[in-house]
């Protein structure tokens, strides 16, 4: 696996391989990675020639009251884990980089970005956005793969690539969960153990809506008193953010289901916050 951590040369290792008709497949991430990255990254491989993971604990997409400082960070175990997994080039720039003195643009994409977590996160989907076209733009890729788990984000990147005309496919893979159904986060580590067992709870809610949505109710102002009642006999969850069922399209709260709808939840665990959600047809 190759380690690169300057964006010109990323940018010329990546010209090469599409120089020579190569496919590149790319998974960026913040790392402590997890089975939820992998699967990314093993879409990446089956469907491309070459596969690059970006390993980038972005600060533009933390507010200043955040976990930057905190995040997990465990660089030689993800290293590992990837040449295990055989990725080929592993992009790993830092802060000077990245954002190098005189760094003056952003990219913020309207109304997407204010919605749910973006509410709760104010500037967090511009951080977002604006890495993520910066890594397309480094890494060149074919194909750019992120994960359902963080819906609103998959929405907002790929308005993104299509406004901005970019040229990478945004694919959108499964969330993968826990036996228990947590979605799996790096953030998880952060629970404490009678934490971890409540924190499956917002997949039970998830769940047990879908089922109901499935078996006829379909009023949006019901489900939401639904999903709080449930989120709230929780005696661990500290705060609802928000649970509410919205137009996969355009994050819209939905009043009268129809179609397909997404269910979301952001909760907070003490000084963790979660988030979740599921797609569901009627
Ligand atoms: P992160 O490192 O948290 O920024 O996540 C990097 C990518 O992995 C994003 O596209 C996430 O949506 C995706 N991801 C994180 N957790 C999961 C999961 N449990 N299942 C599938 N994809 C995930």
């Known amino acids: 696996m190759e380690i690169i951590r300057i964006p010109r040369i990323m940018q010329d290792t990546s010209r090469g391989h599409l120089l020579r008709s190569r496919t590149i497949g790319f998974v960026p991430t913040m790392g402590a990675l997890h089975e939820g990255h992998l699967s990314l990254v093993r879409m990446a491989r089956e469907e491309n020639n070459v596969t690059a993971v970006s390993i980038y604990v972005n600060p533009t997409q933390f ?42 643009t952003e990219i913020e994409v309207k109304g997407l970005s204010e919605r749910m977590c973006g509410h709760f996160r104010p500037g967090h989907f511009r951080g977002v956005a604006t890495v993520v076209a910066k890594l397309l733009n480094i890494v060149r890729p074919t194909r750019a793969y992120f994960g359902q788990k963080d819906f609103q984000q998959t929405v907002i990147v790929r308005r993104m690539a299509k406004d901005l005309n970019l040229d990478a496919e945004i694919v959108i893979c499964p969330t993968i969960r826990e036996e228990d159904g947590l979605a799996l986060s790096s953030r998880n580590a952060y629970l404490q153990p009678h934490q971890r067992a409540a924190a499956a709870g917002l997949y039970k809610c998830l769940n047990n809506v879908s089922r109901e949505i499935k078996a006829g109710l379909h009023s949006g102002a019901r489900i939401r008193d639904r999903m709080e009642n449930m989120l709230g006999g929780e005696p661990l969850i500290s705060a609802i953010d928000y649970a509410s069922v919205y137009d996969p399209e355009t994050l819209d709260e939905v009043e009268d289901i129809t179609g397909e709808v997404l269910l979301a939840i952001a909760a907070r665990m003490g000084t963790t916050r979660l988030i979740d959600n599921m797609l569901v047809s009627v």
């Open 63 to 104: 507010g200043p009251n955040e976990d930057l400082t905190k995040y997990p960070r465990q660089i030689d175990a993800d290293i590992e884990r990837l040449r295990e997994e055989a990725v080929d080039i592993l992009f790993l720039p830092d802060d000077s980089l990245m954002y190098p003195a005189g760094f003056a």
